[in-house]
């Protein structure tokens, strides 16, 4: 089983920027597509930012311009730098990935804990 821990999140100011990481760890062959989603209260899950394997990224159009995802294959980890921070932003943050244990193993799909992001001033 490969689990996914995210950090970085915590309060922040109107304007202001924070990190996110997602650390995968377990017996991983490879891992592909790594997403962030989030989640404010009241709210279905969204999803925020999409990076290929290859490094190919997309966002939603809400956070474009504002958001960057990033991911170093090597460390297994995924990261969410996030700028020019709204208050529309607040939510739990989740890390997924989808993920194979051996060549032959089928895809599977994990979800992190999530971590709370609120911007507040």
């Known amino acids: 089983q490969v689990q996914l821990v995210e950090s970085g999140g915590g309060l922040v100011q109107p304007g202001g920027s924070l990190r996110l990481s997602c650390a995968a760890s377990g017996s991983i062959f490879t891992i592909y ?3 962030w989603y989030r989640q404010a209260p009241g709210k279905q899950r969204e999803l925020v930012a999409v ?3 290859g490094g190919a990224a997309d966002y939603a159009d809400s956070v474009k311009g504002r958001f960057t995802i990033s991911r170093d294959n ?3 980890t995924v ?3 996030m700028n020019s921070l709204k208050p529309e932003d607040t939510a739990v943050y989740y ?3 989808g993920w194979r244990a051996t060549m032959t193993s089928p895809t599977i799909y ?3 804990q999530g971590t709370q992001v609120t911007v507040s001033s």
Request: aromatic share 12%; hydrophobic share 40%.
């Open 95 to 97: 890390c997924h990935a």
């Open 33 to 35: 597509a790594m997403d």
């Open 110 to 112: 994990n979800w992190g």
């Open 74 to 76: 090597a460390k297994n």
């Open 51 to 53: 990076i290929t394997k």
């Open 79 to 81: 990261y969410l730098e």
